[in-house]
Structure formats: C-alpha cells, structure tokens
C-alpha cells in the first residue's frame, strides 16, 4: 500500500474531505516524476491501494470531483496531480504574454504629430525614455491561482458547485480576456458581482474597456507627478494610465506632459 503526506495541498481550503485526500495523494504518487504515467489503472484497483477501506463507488466521485477543482487532469486513460506542475506552467504563461507584450512594442507604427513640452525637468525628460513597465499586481498573478479564489468565494458563499457547473465554468475562463478575469476577481471579492451558478458567475460577466482619461484626469495625473500613457485602442490614439495599459495589453506610443510649466 501507499504512504500518504497531505502537505502538498490545503485539502480545507478545496473543501476536500480524507477519502478524497487519499485519492488526490494516490494519483499524485504516480504523476512525480518527469517520465511518470499517472494513474491508469481501474477505479476498484485504486480504492484497493489506499491505506484505509473505501469503496469502488466513493473513489469515483472523488476522481470525478478532484477533475471539477482542477486538482487532477486526464491524459488519455491516465489520471495526473496537477498542483505540482502548475508552477512551470504558470511561468510558461507568463513568458508567453511578455513575448507578446514585446512584440507589440516593437511593431512600427506609424504616430500621430508630437509637439515635445517645453518643460525642462530633468526628472521627466529621463522619464521619456523609458519604456512602460507593468505595475498592475494582479495583472502579473498566477491565471490558475485568481480561477482558483474566485471559485473558493463562490464555494465559500454558495456550497461546493455541481460537477456539471464547474466543467462549463472551465469553458468560460478559457474564453476570457486576461483583463475580464483580473476585473472579475476584483468584483467578486469587493461583492459587486455574484450568481447562484459558478459558470454563470464567470460567463455572464461583461468583457471590460480600458478607462480612457478625461483631460481634467490627465492635469490630476500631472499634478501628482505621474505621467498618462498615449497608446492605440480601436484605431484611436487615446490617454490612459499605465496600468490599464498593461492590463489590457494596449500598444504603448510615448508618454504625455504638460506643454507648459504650470504644473
């Protein structure tokens, strides 16, 4: 029989119970190694490995609700632990949106005229030329991590989701914008948005726009020593700050100033 340590996961806050603990643990012996198989084995030869008696039933729907929570996926006729490899995959996610922020930076483009500000402050002249850089914290979170606390509050408000529910709500996550996601873990977490079905709560939420800034927004920006973002959006040349920018992926063009000393 297999030995069990539950370390590698917060079984309370997924809502697991022991069984369903043991199945995890059972199915992530198998999936360690960079050559493993996984499980692949039937579900009576699995209730059979575990360390206490459990039936061919109950071990079903542990599998069945561990694949819901995204705790464990299936490759063909094997089962695979998850929780293990989102690390690399989270970093594989992550390199693939600066690849695609740099390439957007880099496209040439033709700009609109730019009268350069007759301000001689040091400080923004350096800050001319540099080049945006992401500041939204949430923005750069783990994709599966912010999937993961929206569901945990559903969970916590609502009571554990139905299998059914949470395989569309998987559906309508991967049909999301990054920004739709960010702006829905802030809504649900502030209580601004709730429905009594996971996948609707994730479906139903409106995809956001970038806020654009108002020139009265743009001097309060400058009075605080900040510095709007011109950027493309929708074949228009328009202000915003830099962490909409980066939220929504927007092509930078250059910073804005004042055009005099006023501020």
């Given at each position: 029989?297999?030995?069990?340590?539950?370390?590698?996961?917060?079984?309370?806050?997924?809502?697991?119970?022991?069984?369903?603990?043991?199945?995890?643990?059972?199915?992530?012996?198998?999936?360690r190694k960079d050559d493993a198989r996984g499980w692949y084995a039937d579900m009576q030869t699995l209730a059979d490995q575990l360390p206490h008696r459990i039936g061919?039933?109950?071990?079903?729907?542990?599998?069945?609700?561990?694949?819901?929570?995204?705790?464990?996926?299936?490759?063909?006729?094997?089962?695979?632990?998850?929780?293990?490899?989102?690390?690399?995959?989270?970093?594989?996610?992550?390199?693939?949106?600066?690849?695609?922020?740099?390439?957007?930076?880099?496209?040439?483009?033709?700009?609109?005229?730019?009268?350069?500000?007759?301000?001689?402050?040091?400080?923004?002249?350096?800050?001319?030329?540099?080049?945006?850089?992401?500041?939204?914290?949430?923005?750069?979170?783990?994709?599966?991590?912010?999937?993961?606390?929206?569901?945990?509050?559903?969970?916590?408000?609502?009571?554990?989701?139905?299998?059914?529910?949470?395989?569309?709500?998987?559906?309508?996550?991967?049909?999301?914008?990054?920004?739709?996601?960010?702006?829905?873990?802030?809504?649900?977490?502030?209580?601004?948005?709730?429905?009594?079905?996971?996948?609707?709560?994730?479906?139903?939420?409106?995809?956001?726009?970038?806020?654009?800034?108002?020139?009265?927004?743009?001097?309060?920006?400058?009075?605080?020593?900040?510095?709007?973002?011109?950027?493309?959006?929708?074949?228009?040349?328009?202000?915003?700050?830099?962490?909409?920018?980066?939220?929504?992926?927007?092509?930078?063009?250059?910073?804005?100033?004042?055009?005099?000393?006023?501020?």
């Open positions: 029989m297999l030995c069990y340590s539950f370390g590698n996961i917060d079984g309370k806050a997924y809502g697991l119970n022991a069984n369903e603990l043991s199945v995890y643990e059972a199915i992530g012996k198998c999936s061919r039933v109950t071990v079903s729907r542990a599998v069945d609700k561990l694949l819901t929570l995204g705790l464990v996926r299936r490759d063909g006729k094997s089962l695979f632990a998850c929780v293990q490899n989102e690390r690399a995959h989270v970093q594989n996610e992550q390199n693939a949106v600066q690849n695609e922020q740099n390439g957007v930076q880099n496209e040439q483009n033709s700009i609109p005229p730019y009268n350069p500000p007759i301000n001689n402050n040091n400080e923004m002249e350096k800050e001319n030329t540099r080049t945006c850089v992401p500041t939204h914290d949430t923005a750069n979170s783990d994709l599966r991590t912010i999937y993961f606390e929206i569901r945990k509050i559903f969970n916590d408000k609502h009571g554990l989701h139905k299998v059914g529910e949470g395989l569309a709500a998987e559906e309508a996550w991967k049909q999301a914008s990054h920004a739709k996601r960010v702006k829905l873990l802030e809504a649900v977490k502030a209580g601004q948005w709730d429905k009594p079905r996971i996948d609707w709560l994730i479906a139903d939420f409106p995809e956001p726009k970038p806020h654009i800034l108002s020139g009265i927004e743009q001097e309060m920006m400058w009075r605080q020593g900040l510095a709007p973002c011109l950027v493309k959006y929708e074949d228009k040349y328009v202000a915003v700050t830099e962490q909409e920018m980066n939220l929504f992926g927007l092509e930078f063009v250059r910073k804005i100033y004042p055009v005099n000393d006023c501020y």
